[in-house]
């Protein structure tokens, strides 16, 4: 806070010395002067406050002088940072258990949010029971810092927050936006849209949030943001500068990588899609990972400023198709399901702990080059939700057949989750970390 003037008192000092000085007054006449000196002298009291900033003007029926908004936003940041700074040493926020909170969740309105994707308003698109949006994170040891959109968009002013990976790291991006929609009025925030990347301004602040559409990080046959649900899947594990000119420069990157890789065998492109004289061969899916991921890794090493950007990989996010896993029917999968799983350490067979490693490996190989990269473990807390998926509840992208509606829980979305619910948690987690550095 500006240090505030120092207020002159010569005169009214000056005033009661002349006063004083006068020979000509009796004693009847200098014990009133001296009980206006003491008068004088509780309304100078009264009158002004001394604080660690020097001396603030007060009147009786007054406050202190309030801070300019910049300040007060200042202030935010700093009391966040020093929370975090006191949270981060004792608390371990991936290991918890949900908690039944209709108080302070949602944190957001599915229909209030300017930016909400039909993917994920499973609200809008016919979900009556709501209760997916009122579980709160509760990890064991501590609380999970409360999100403050004026705290983070501080943080943000003049930078980037840049997310890049698949549709799932998608619907974070978009619960980010929710997040902080609210308090900017809609004159002063934007969205727009250029090939792979979807950027969210925030006007006042020069801040970004952004997505990068690359669901394998590396070069792929279904890099094209609209058109890339194909049946056959190339990928160029040695290439990924098409992608990453895009995002290096950013201050923080937020990735993800994981579905589009579920499948036993990937073929892999050494070459160009657009030469006729590549060379393609089938590879094992954990060795093309392993490709990719070293591809990335090298990028990183070479291109990023590793002293202005934050990084951070998102775990997998986990399916729900087997609802046998979770002691159901055998055959059914998330539809219907209205509440989370209660069983400590549930883990399904929609995450696969060998690629888990593999980034594991690799982040750790990255650390000891002396380029940091924080693994956001939000698997296990995921897993617990099986409820919390849009099931049948969002839009369509092509008209359903009279034999789907027939068998809903042949084309119910268990892999995407509704907002507001799932990904806000990842989001609060991610607050909190990039809140754990100056």
């Known amino acids: 806070m500006a240090k505030l003037p120092q207020i002159n008192h010569n005169n ?19 014990f009133q002067v001296l009980i206006m000196i003491l008068i004088t002298l509780v309304i100078s009291v009264l009158y002004f406050t001394q604080d660690s900033d020097g001396l603030r003007s007060l009147s009786p029926s007054s406050s202190p002088l309030p801070s300019s908004p910049r300040e007060e936003h200042d202030d935010v940041v700093r ?21 039944f909170d209709n108080k302070t969740y949602p944190l957001y309105k599915e229909k209030e949010c300017s930016f909400m994707s039909d993917q994920l308003a499973c609200e809008k698109f016919g979900r009556k029971d709501l209760s997916y949006q009122y579980w709160r994170w509760q990890p064991h040891h501590c609380d999970l810092l409360r999100f403050n959109a004026t705290a983070l968009l501080e943080k943000l002013r003049n930078k980037r927050l840049v997310y890049v990976g698949d549709s799932l790291n998608r619907g974070q991006w978009i619960s980010m936006i929710c997040l902080v929609d609210s308090i900017i009025p809609s004159s002063h925030k934007s969205m727009q849209t250029n090939g792979s990347l979807s950027t969210f301004k925030a006007i006042e602040y020069n801040a970004t949030i952004e997505f990068y559409w690359a669901p394998l990080l590396v070069e792929s046959n279904s890099d094209d943001p609209i058109k890339h649900r194909l049946p056959e899947r190339i990928v160029r594990t040695q290439a990924i500068e098409k992608h990453a000119r895009y995002w290096t420069n950013a201050d923080f990157l937020i990735f993800d990588s994981y579905l589009w890789w579920k499948r036993p065998i990937m073929k892999v492109l050494w070459g160009t899609f657009e030469s006729s004289d590549g060379i393609y061969k089938e590879v094992e899916m954990l060795k093309s990972y392993e490709m990719a991921l070293r591809t990335w890794s090298d990028w990183l090493e070479i291109h990023v400023n590793h002293n202005k950007t934050r990084m951070f990989w998102m775990s997998m996010s986990p399916t729900h198709e087997r609802s046998e896993e979770w002691g159901g029917v055998s055959g059914l999968n998330c539809y219907n399901e209205t509440q989370p799983i209660k069983k400590l350490d549930y883990w399904g067979s929609g995450s696969d702990p060998n690629m888990m490693r593999l980034v594991e490996t690799t982040i750790d190989k990255m650390s000891k080059n002396g380029l940091n990269v924080q693994l956001l473990n939000i698997t296990q807390l995921s897993e617990y939700r099986k409820e919390a998926h849009p099931s049948v509840h969002r839009k369509q992208w092509e008209p359903l057949t009279k034999e789907q509606l027939l068998n809903p829980y042949g084309y119910a979305d268990c892999i995407h989750w509704c907002l507001p619910g799932v990904p806000d948690t990842w989001n609060e987690i991610l607050y909190t970390y990039i809140f754990s550095s100056l």
Do not use: A
């Not at 040493?89 to 258990?97: L, V």
């Open 12 to 30: 009214n000092t000056s005033s009661s010395t002349n006063i004083l000085l006068s020979s000509t007054w009796g004693i009847r006449t200098s």
């Open 79 to 99: 009391d966040t940072m020093e929370e975090v700074q006191i949270m981060m040493q004792k608390c371990d926020y991936f290991s918890g258990k949900w908690v």
